[in-house]
């Protein structure tokens, strides 16, 4: 089970750091992704981050977001600055296994830019 922490409420213009706690597998065997979902839309994936560290990121958040992760406290991060109300949205914490490619998703966590 994935476990996200860290959203809630911010300014424009602020920052936030999204956190997904993944003790119950095997991590470094994952890619570790970030998605994210409005009212009425698809899910969007917003950050990647594999194995070998490799990243990679939606335009939409290119500058702004960063996706990282810790393999020995086996947990997945985002940190978002420049925050714009358009990144509102509904977070969620992904992982895919290289091997296999089983997916396993996070409850979710909301994040609110306020302009």
């Known amino acids: 089970q994935l476990v996200e922490s860290g959203g809630g409420r911010v300014q424009s213009g602020g920052s936030m750091t999204l956190s997904c706690d993944a003790s119950?597998?095997?991590?470094?065997?994952?890619?570790g992704n970030w998605y994210r979902q409005t009212p009425g839309h698809e899910r969007e994936k917003v950050a990647t981050?594999?194995?070998?560290?490799?990243?990679d990121y939606a335009d939409s958040v290119k500058g702004r977001f960063t996706i990282s992760r810790d393999n020995a406290k086996k947990t997945l991060y985002l940190q978002m600055s420049s925050l714009k109300p358009e990144d509102t949205a509904v977070y969620y914490c992904?992982?895919?296994?290289?091997?296999?490619?089983?997916?396993?998703w996070g409850q979710g966590t909301q994040v609110v830019v306020s302009s």
């Open positions: 981050i594999t194995s070998q560290q490799n990243t």
């Open positions: 119950g597998f095997r991590f470094p065997d994952y890619t």
């Open positions: 992904n992982l895919e296994s290289e091997y296999t490619h089983y997916q396993t």
